[in-house]
C-alpha cells in the first residue's frame, strides 16, 4: 500500500528566498502529481511527473522525480506572497488509486 | 463555467439527518470520486466509480454511500449524518483514454458540511 509523506508540513519563508518541498513515497508509483490549494479553495494541478529524471517548471515552481529513491521535490525560487498556498503531492501506483500526502502549508512573508 | 461542479457549497445540519451531495462533471470523464479533507489530514477517499456500473469502497465508505445516476453525475449520501463527519467534501474526475493522458484528477470547487 502506497504511503505519501511531505516536509515539512509548515514553511513560513520569507519573500525572495529559495526553499524545497520533499515529498517521499513507499512503494512503486507511476506517477506522481503535485497540487496547490488556495485556502477554502479546490485544488488545482501543478505538475505531472511520468518517469524517472523528470522536471517541470512553471514560474518560480520546479518540480523534480527520483524514482529510484521514490522522492520528489517542489523547488520554490524567490517567494513571492502569492505562492502562499498548501502544495499536496500525490502518487498513483499502477491499476490503483491516487493516494495523497498530508500537504505543506507554505506562507511567504513581505 | 466550471467543469467540475458540486452542490451545496456548504451546509450545516444536526446529527441524525440525511445529507445528499451532489457532483456534476461536463469533462466526460469515465472515472469519479468523493474525498473528504479534514485538516492535517490531507484527502482521504470515501468512493470511487470507474463508469456508471462501477461502485468502489475507498478508505474510509462508513457511514456513506454514493450514487452514481449518469457518466456525468456521482451523488454522496450521508445516512445519518454524525459531527466527526463534519469536514470539506471534494468531488473528483479522471480519465484514462487516449495516449499522453496523464491522468490527473480535476476536483470540484468542494463543499463545506458541518454536522451539529
Known amino acids: 500500500e502506497l504511503k505519501v509523506e511531505q516536509n515539512p508540513l509548515f514553511l513560513s519563508m520569507q519573500e525572495g528566498k529559495n526553499y524545497t518541498i520533499y515529498c517521499n513515497y513507499s512503494?512503486?508509483?507511476?506517477?506522481l502529481y503535485w497540487y496547490r490549494q488556495d485556502p477554502g479553495k479546490s485544488l488545482e494541478s501543478l505538475f505531472v511527473?511520468?518517469?524517472?529524471?523528470a522536471v517541470k517548471q512553471e514560474g518560480r515552481l520546479m518540480a523534480s522525480l527520483d524514482t529510484k529513491a521514490r522522492l520528489s521535490t517542489l523547488h520554490i525560487t524567490a517567494a513571492v506572497h502569492d505562492l502562499s498556498a498548501t502544495y499536496f503531492c500525490?502518487?498513483?501506483?499502477?491499476?490503483?488509486?491516487?493516494?495523497f500526502g498530508p500537504g505543506t502549508r507554505l506562507s511567504v512573508l513581505p | 463555467d466550471a467543469d467540475v461542479t458540486q452542490t451545496p457549497r456548504n451546509r450545516i445540519t444536526k446529527t441524525g439527518k440525511r445529507i445528499m451531495l451532489e457532483c456534476s462533471q461536463t469533462?466526460?470523464?469515465?472515472?469519479m470520486y468523493w474525498y473528504r479533507q479534514d485538516p492535517g489530514l490531507g484527502l482521504r477517499l470515501i468512493y470511487y466509480?470507474?463508469?456508471?456500473?462501477?461502485?468502489n469502497k475507498g478508505e474510509i465508505s462508513d457511514g456513506y454511500s454514493v450514487s452514481r445516476q449518469a457518466q456525468a453525475k456521482f451523488s454522496l449520501s450521508l445516512e445519518s449524518a454524525i459531527p466527526n463527519q463534519t469536514a470539506l467534501y471534494f468531488c473528483?474526475?479522471?480519465?484514462?483514454?487516449?495516449?499522453?493522458?496523464?491522468?490527473?484528477?480535476?476536483f470540484g470547487p468542494g463543499t463545506r458540511l458541518t454536522v451539529l
Open positions: 473528483a474526475t479522471s480519465d484514462i483514454r487516449g495516449t499522453g493522458v496523464h491522468n490527473e484528477q480535476f
Open positions: 512503494t512503486t508509483s507511476d506517477r
Open positions: 511527473l511520468l518517469s524517472n529524471g
Open positions: 500525490a502518487g498513483r501506483p499502477e491499476g490503483q488509486n491516487f493516494v
Open positions: 469533462k466526460g470523464h469515465d472515472r
Open positions: 466509480s470507474f463508469d456508471v456500473k462501477d461502485i
